[in-house]
């Protein structure tokens, strides 16, 4: 298991260029690190450059985050009110938006990530997923 082989994947997948994958699988490997350290920790260990990735392409750090507009009033009130979790979720799904994918491509790239990792370590993944409920409803799964 590649993160080379996981970024040609999500290519594929959205239909986007190499270079636009491998920002977008780290944007939503961020995310996973931030909604749950413990368990993306240790999906991360059995997908070599994953935690390289994320941390590239942290949606938590200032060049990230939505600093005006909609987007960026809704990310600061949830951010702030709920925490670094609905942030990180809601700064992710705006970066992906910022890369100019659609929401299909958006759902696409995030669940060949989930899919890819479901490879690694099926039961970790359902962990995964049941940890962070929102995932479903924003990276197709």
Same mark, same amino acid.
């Not at 999500?10 to 260029?17: D, G, R, S």
């Given at each position: 298991m590649s993160i080379q082989t996981l970024i040609d /994947? *999500? $290519? $594929?997948? $959205?239909? @986007? +260029?190499?270079q636009v994958a491998e920002k977008v699988a780290g944007i939503v490997l961020s995310v996973l690190q931030h909604e749950s350290p413990e368990i993306s920790g240790q999906i991360f260990a059995n997908i070599p450059g994953a935690q390289q990735l994320a941390t590239a392409n942290d949606v938590m750090t200032q060049a990230q985050q939505p600093s005006s507009g909609i987007i960026g009033t809704i990310s600061n009130l949830l951010g702030g009110a709920m925490g670094e979790k609905v942030g990180a979720l809601v700064n992710g799904v705006a970066a992906l938006k910022a890369s100019g994918? &659609? %929401? %299909? +491509?958006?759902? #696409? #790239? /995030?669940? +060949? *990530? @989930? &899919?890819?990792a479901r490879q690694t370590d099926p039961q970790l993944v359902n962990q995964l997923v049941q940890a962070v409920p929102e995932l479903r409803g924003h990276f197709g799964l």
């Open positions: /994947g *999500v $290519a $594929a997948k $959205a239909n @986007i +260029q190499p994918l &659609t %929401e %299909e +491509q958006i759902n #696409a #790239a /995030g669940s +060949q *990530v @989930i &899919t890819y």
